[in-house]
């Protein structure tokens, strides 16, 4: 089936470690997104990527860093360096032609302890 | 700056009642405005799409407005579930060749009660 896949669901971590998530698609979309969802928030975009080998900083980028070596996949790494981590996170992709449609993930709740 | 603002931040009603849920936006140039329902703990998943042209559009009891001069949307729902208890997001797309990356607004959390 055609989709996109988080992975995995519920992450723990120790204060001060890093940690990757992972995210991957088969949409054959351009565009992936992060996004930080805390209780009672709305989403707010960490980083976006358009193309391979590209990407940009969305609103709340420091203390996490992405790559995006192949268009299926855009790993996002939460660093030591941000200050509050645990929260949901949540992968999208779309297109990026007129009125496409972002397909979310079924989300990440990491939980720093 | 693309702003996005939802009414209201939470709302509760009973099983079979109908409500509004309302969205402005600052997006320009506009392209398209998305209404999605996020499920506790899910991804959220799109609802329906309007672009500027058009002024409803319906996906069953959702029925969306779209006011592109006063720049609002309303999401309305029909005759409420137990399952429409939900979160509710606003999203805003810039047109192509601007920064076309959607403004999602903060949602709106609906709680149907039996």
């Known amino acids: 089936d055609g989709g996109i896949t988080q992975s995995p669901k519920y992450l723990f971590r120790k204060e001060g470690q890093n940690v990757t998530l992972s995210c991957e698609q088969n949409l054959n979309h351009d565009a992936m997104y992060w996004y930080r969802q805390d209780p009672g928030q709305g989403l707010r975009l960490i980083y976006y990527s358009q193309i391979v080998n590209d990407f940009q900083k969305g609103d709340i980028a420091e203390g996490y860093s992405v790559s995006r070596e192949k268009k299926e996949s855009f790993p996002l790494t939460v660093t030591s360096a941000q200050k509050n981590p645990t929260a949901f996170y949540l992968c999208?992709?779309?297109?990026?032609?007129?009125?496409?449609?972002?397909?979310f993930g079924q989300g990440t709740r990491l939980t720093v302890v | 700056k693309n702003q996005v603002e939802q009414s209201p931040q939470s709302l509760i009603i009973l099983e079979g009642k109908n409500c509004t849920l309302q969205?402005?936006?600052?997006?320009?140039?506009?392209?398209?405005l998305r209404w999605y329902k996020q499920d506790t703990g899910r991804g959220p998943v799109s609802l329906t799409i309007?672009?500027?042209?058009?002024n409803t559009k319906s996906n069953g009891r959702y029925t969306a407005t779209l006011d592109a001069d006063t720049k609002q949307s309303s999401l309305h729902i029909t005759a409420s579930q137990l399952s429409d208890s939900a979160s509710y997001i606003c999203v805003v797309s810039a047109q192509p060749g601007g920064s076309y990356i959607p403004t999602f607004g903060r949602g709106t959390s609906l709680i149907v009660h039996p």
């Open positions: 999208a992709s779309s297109g990026i032609q007129r009125n496409t449609e972002a397909f």
């Open positions: 309007m672009t500027f042209s058009e």
């Open positions: 969205c402005n936006y600052t997006v320009s140039p506009f392209s398209n």
